[in-house]
């Protein structure tokens, strides 16, 4: 069966530090990966998607950055940290070849100081 | 630009009810709509897929409808229970399109 891990669970970090938070998928290969940000009171807001190695869509123009460096791993970053980047950082997947249903990860608080 | 209405932020139900979640669209022609439930600090879990030539889709006491013309989902949960009390997303999409825009969702809560 397939398990999409996330880490770290929550991470406080002050303005202007650098993020890194990743996302991998076992048991299925070729997945989709999506990054959502989810703010206090708002809806999820898809940030980037991956439908391959190297692959990058970004939704959202701002302080992020994605990448998917291996086939099951997905990695959002950011160079100096805004109080605005605090949120609920979800990482999800898709069969790309087949499904449309997204399966989430288990999330990362991030809280910006 | 698109716009995805979940018709109220909360709604409180008696335990064994029939509750009913709207979910409404405009400037949009989904070819698909997907229905999830979030838990308080966990992610979202996929419920149900509904496609825009289907009307209506079960599974065990949850009931999807999709209706084209009105721009409307409707999710059904029968016989409901405390344990059902949760945050429910809809999400349509294009065809073809793996990308999901969620609305903000409907706390449902059922009192016991």
């Known amino acids: 069966s397939q398990t999409i891990h996330q880490w770290p669970a929550t991470l406080v970090q002050p303005v202007g530090s650098p993020l890194s938070l990743e996302c991998t998928v076992e048991?299925?290969?070729?997945?989709?990966l999506y990054w959502y940000r989810q703010a206090a009171g708002r809806g999820l807001q898809l940030l980037f998607y991956?439908?391959?190695?190297?692959?990058i869509s970004s939704e959202v123009p701002q302080n992020l950055s994605a990448s998917r460096p291996q086939d099951r791993q997905f990695i959002l970053s950011s160079k100096k940290l805004l109080l605005s980047d605090s949120g609920f950082y979800l990482c999800?997947?898709?069969?790309?070849?087949?499904?449309?249903?997204?399966?989430f990860g288990p999330g990362t608080r991030l809280t910006v100081t | 630009s698109q716009k995805i209405e979940q018709n109220s932020e909360a709604l409180n139900i008696q335990e064994g009810k029939t509750a009913t979640l709207t979910c409404n669209y405009t400037?949009?022609?989904?070819?698909?709509l997907q229905w999830y439930r979030q838990d308080p600090g966990r992610g979202p879990v996929f419920l149900l897929l509904?496609?825009?030539?289907?009307k209506e889709k079960r599974k065990e006491r949850l009931k999807v409808t999709f209706d084209t013309t009105l721009k409307q989902s409707l999710f059904h949960i029968t016989a409901s229970q405390p344990a059902d009390s949760a945050t429910y997303l809809c999400?349509?999409?294009?065809?073809?399109?793996?990308?999901?825009?969620f609305g903000k969702g409907t706390k449902l809560s059922v009192i016991p």
């Open positions: 509904i496609r825009e030539n289907e």
């Open positions: 991956s439908v391959g190695i190297g692959q």
């Open positions: 048991g299925t290969s070729n997945p989709n």
């Open positions: 999400a349509p999409s294009g065809a073809g399109s793996y990308q999901l825009t």
């Open positions: 999800a997947w898709s069969d790309g070849d087949s499904a449309y249903e997204q399966y």
């Open positions: 400037n949009y022609s989904p070819a698909y």
